[in-house]
């Protein structure tokens, strides 16, 4: 292995640029040539890659997005798009690819490994869905966010005596709800995995009130339900001024955490060692707090199943 490809693909998440300067550095440290492909597999098909060197990755493993710039790319899902993607690999030489991304960009790199492309897949997104990982590159900084805003929710709702449902980021995993559910003493956490009770909510924002507490916190993840709708019911069914708060985007920004940017760094590295190892079709991750490499297409068959410890310990804490 003597040149190795590194792109960001999907959604983009704080420390993304963190394991793309682990992936430059190591590999450059064994010897190898690097490139970055822009905007994930749109410039592997469209050739756009840039060859990185020491500087590249200099001065981004505190910053948020990717300098790599990320996408989403219909063309490789295409048989024709993906020969143009092989025909651009060719002229370059390169040998491997790493992709950082979520579980649709770790499906491309599994795609690459059916074409004969050596791909590792590193799991960078906010939404901590893939399963065979405990966490996600972004995930800890996407829920240090939505804490840090909560607790700023919470100085008005108590001001005003408000329920305030903040609505999180999570379509199909209930994670960031759940975690920043749990850290921001919410009421009730409404997720897309476990089927939610309206009557109940109220009782327990009434209970609440009824012992004099100031307000009421309500998370919800975005594939559950719908904030301002439910901010209308709760209001009718409790007489409480009840408001909703979407935080949208500011979730996938930001500065990474430590832990984000100690992870990125891990997982790159790995990545590299195994390209040069002569691995493919591997998925590097976190369990346990071991990192850990698994088979990329079987990884992506684990369903993800939520954490019921964590549900049940959130539901007690909020009696
Ligand atoms: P996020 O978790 O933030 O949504 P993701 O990696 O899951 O990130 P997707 O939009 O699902 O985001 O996938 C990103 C890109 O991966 C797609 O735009 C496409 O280029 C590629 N991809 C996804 N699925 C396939 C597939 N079946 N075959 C080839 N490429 C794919």
Redesign the pocket.
Known sequence: MKTIGVLT?????PGMNAAIRAVVRSAIYHECKVYGILR???GLVNAKLKEMNLSSVADIIHRGGTILQT???????TEAG?KKALNVLEVFNIDGVIVI????????A??LNEMGIPAIGIPG???N?LAYTDYTIGFDTAINTVVEAISKIRDTSSSHGRVNIVEVMGRHCGDIALYCGLAGGAESIVIPEIPHNIDEICRKIIRGKNRGKLHSLILLAEGAGNAMELAKIIEEKTSMETRATILGHIQRGGSPTATDRILASKLGARAVELLLGGKSNRAVGIKCNAIVDVDMKEALTIEKTLDMDTYNLASILSI
């Not at 693909?9 to 998440?13: L, V």
């Open positions: 693909s999907g959604g983009d998440a994930g597999y749109e996408a989403r790319c219909e063309d490789f899902k993906r991304g979520g579980d649709g960009s770790m499906t491309g599994v795609k997104t906010i939404d869905d």
